[in-house]
Structures are given as structure tokens and as C-alpha cells.
């Protein structure tokens, strides 16, 4: 059944919270050895938050109440540089490969129907209600595609959602539509009641004042900061005046010895371009501030009812950004530490504040964890990640994965850009002085590889060219250098062996020995196909 709850009067709340009662369900999660209670997790996530640009900067707060009570991931990266592949990966716990959402749009599968009928039921979160009786609670962007009238408009509700508010589509701050529970509500632009930072967080504190007390609860709140456009609240819009885009060693450089795409890139940028790019980077951060204002109330709340301490608290982005990075403007989608790295801190009962980890972690481990936390048998899954939970509590001579997959398939049309005519057909993203971010062969992967040797990422491009880019990140870690023609062809033949076998692997496949563990097999025939050729890795054309 329903129950309307009224929301009092607080500035941004709607006048009535609609929870979805659901009956318990007889799970088949034990919980946590020697734990009383099965642990609340919350899981924060923001869009296009950068970690090696300062992204993390603005959230004194959040810093303060997650990273210093708990652990900070300093080597936490996304398995597609996009915001719906990236997001598929953390619900499904798989690589972009396997739950085959490649780009932003419904063609591409992002909340398609067939996402929908064969990725949607496995989620974690659908785990955790139906074999673990989880509350769970949604609120913020879901997929960008999601509410398409293609596919279900926002009548869907994804199965496994106890409490569902969804954005319609893309990140919006005002005259957006949410999904309650189904049912269409309209926002306009007036701050006190539809900036929608402060209506996530109060959407979430009305959750917190009305779930039963007798199921442990899963929330999940996606903020639309930092991603364009990038409006701040009121209050916060003067903020960092003197605040300019980093300028780091690749900042507005040629990529020489690049994929096509970078190589193209106008250099030096024009003032007008630079000035842009620093306005941005500015606003992003403004954004952000109300993020850490959300944070603040949800830990403060929590504190308050006792629950604080048997809750785990999970802040991360769904893809890193790029300002004037080798004179690419403002985006992401690109191979670089810059795109593909992400800000991860996680706090909870057991682990021990002020840490650090070095560790190589995904955001497709996410999933694992959560579930593993609930106690539920990550063997009956079928996810590509690792279970985070024996570094969070500190386990001792621990072996750990020493690569990732990152891949991401191109999106544009092959027709040319009416207002570029000089360039290529297939280019998309494109700026007014006809530099573009992407491009239908902007598509690639790459084994990003941490172990004691090496620091090392490896990817492919599908083209003509089948194009090698190659960085040694502790010698390079703005990645100007291409190594790819200087690097000892040995190791070379066993990174792309290793590329083909991520980028076919499957749940336990995908956790196999990399190039520097010691239980890692090359067999150079592998290398070869039946006709004495070297083989090469595979793109898949067909998203579904």
C-alpha cells in the first residue's frame, strides 16, 4: 500500500512524501560476521567530478566528515569515461562490455528497453531488496535517457526500488521533471523549492524521518553537480572569483604523437576559448558547494538518530573532466588520468579514519561491496568487480587485482558538420572553433595496469590506424609522452594480449592475473591467428 506523509513546510520539500511500502522479504543475506545489525549503506554520487584537477577541493565538509573518518581511494577509476556507461557499470557491478550500455543514448542502450528486461533485474540494488530486504531509496539523475517515451517514459520504475525519485534525462539544477514513484512532478526555477541539490537532500532527509526502522536501508542520491550547466545556488555563485582552471604540463600543448582526434585540436587556444574554460571550472566549483552542503545535513541527521554508526557512506563521481587539457576545451570521454579518474571515499563501521589507499579499484567493485557488506554470497552474481570490503577493513597480506579494462565506443554520425566543413565526417561534441571531443572512431580500450614495476596504461584505438597510445605514469603522469614505439615489444605483444582477454572476460574471467602478477601465462601463439597474422582485439559494433 501507499502512505502520504506530510513533509512540513521546510524550504525545497514537496508537500507530500509518497513512500512505497513494500512487505518484508525473506532474504538470503547472513549479514556481516559478529554484526548485531545488517549495516545502512548510502551511496553519494555526482556527475563528471573530476579527481586530478582539484576536483575535490571545494568539499572541505565532505572531506572532512567521510574521507577523514574513513578511507580515501587514491587510485579509484570508472571503466568508461561517459556518464550512462559508467552508471551501468556501478548498478550492475559490469564492465561497459557486458551490460553493453556504450554511449548516452537509447540507441546505445542507455535505459533502453532491453536494459531495462535484461540489465535492470540484476542490479545491486534489486539484489538488495528482493534477497536481502533492503529499504531502497533513489533520488537524482538515474540514466540520461531515462523517462524517454521509447522507453517507458518516467512511469518506469526499475525493479529492486522501494522509493524511486528520478531526474528526467540529463543533469538539470531548475524546470526539470522527477519521477515519484512513477508519477510525473514538474519543477520550475524558483530556489527555495526546486533548486534540485537542496530537493535531493531534502527528499533524503523526509526518507530518513519516515522508513521503518525494522529493515536496514540501501540509499543512492546522484546529484547533478558539478556537470553543466552549471548553475549554483544563490548564495554560492560569487564563490572563488580568483579561482582559474589548473595549469598544469598539458595544459593548452599540442598532443603530438596522439589519436587523430587530439591531434587536432587547435594550439594554442584562443583567449576567448581559455576564458570559457576558466569560467567553467569556476562554476563547476560552486556547484559543488551545495553537494557539500547535502552531505553535511545526511551525516548530521544520521548522527542524530543513532544510525550514523552502523551506516557505511560511499561518495564517488561517475567520470573524471578535462579543462584544456592537450587545448581540448571542457569535456570528457577521453583515455586520460583527467577523464577516467574519479574521487572514491568510503566510511563506515570498522574502518579506521585518516586512510589512504593505493589500491587499484573500479567503480564496477562498487556493486560487490555493497552486497558483500549485506552479506549477501557474491558467487550467485555474475559481476565483472571486486568486493572492496577486506581493504576498507584492512586485511593483511592481501592480494590485489593489478589492471583494469577502461573502453569506450565513439559516438557521431558519418556525415559532416555543416559549420566545420574542413573536417572529417563523424565528428560530434564540436566547440565554435571547430574543435571536437569526439568522434564515431573515437572508440578504444585500454588496460590501465598499477603493480609494483609498472604504472603503465595501454590502449587501442578502432581505426584505420589502429592507433597505440602507451604511458609510463610515474615517469609521465600528465601522459605527454607516447611510448608506444619505444616500449620493449615483448612487454607490448603482452599488454594487447591482455587487452583482448579483459575486453571478452566475463565475471570471474575479469579478475584473472595481469601482465606483472606472478601467476600471469603469455602464450605467443595466442598472439597469432590461424593465418600467421596478429591478432587483434575486437570492437563490438552492436551494442544490443
Known sequence: MRLVCAAGPRPGRSPALLLLLLPPLLGTCLGLVGAARRPNVLLLLTDDQDAELGGMTPLKKTKALIGEKGMAFSNAYVPSALCCPSRASILTGKYPHNHRVVNNTLQGNCSSQAWQKIQEPSTFPAILRSACGYQTFFAGKYLNEYGAPDAGGLEHVPLGWSYWYALEKNSKYYNYTLSINGKARQHGENYSVDYLTDVLANLSLDFLDYKSNSEPFFMMISTPAPHSPWTAAPQYQKAFQNVFAPRNKNFNIHGTNKHWLI??????????????????????????????????????????????????????????????????????RQLYEFDIKVPLLVRGPGIKPNQ????????????????????????????????????????????????????????????????CPSLSPGVSQCFPDCVCEDAYNNTYACVRTLSSLWNLQYCEFDDQEVFVEVYNITADPDQITNIAKTIDPELLGKMNYRLMMLQSCSGPTCRTPGVFDPGYRFDLRLMFSNHGSVRTRRFSKHPL
Open 263 to 332: 591531434r587536432q585540436a587547435k594550439t594554442p587556444m584562443t583567449n576567448s576559448s581559455i576564458q570559457f574554460l576558466d569560467d567553467a571550472f569556476r562554476r563547476r566549483w560552486q556547484t559543488l558547494l551545495s553537494v557539500d552542503d547535502l552531505v553535511e545535513k545526511l551525516v548530521k541527521r544520521l548522527d542524530g538518530t543513532g544510525e550514523l554508526d552502523n551506516t557505511y557512506i560511499f561518495y564517488t563521481s561517475d567520470n573524471g573532466y578535462h579543462t584544456g587539457q592537450f587545448s581540448l576545451p571542457i569535456d570528457k
Open 356 to 419: 589512504t589507499s593505493k589500491m587499484l579499484v573500479s567503480n564496477i567493485d562498487l556493486g560487490p561491496t555493497i552486497l558483500d557488506l549485506a552479506g549477501y554470497d557474491l558467487n550467485k552474481t555474475q559481476m565483472d568487480g571486486l568486493s572492496l570490503l577486506p581493504i576498507l577493513k584492512g586485511a593483511s597480506n592481501l592480494t590485489w587485482r593489478s589492471d583494469v579494462l577502461v573502453e569506450y565506443q565513439g559516438e557521431g554520425r558519418n556525415v559532416t558538420d555543416p559549420t
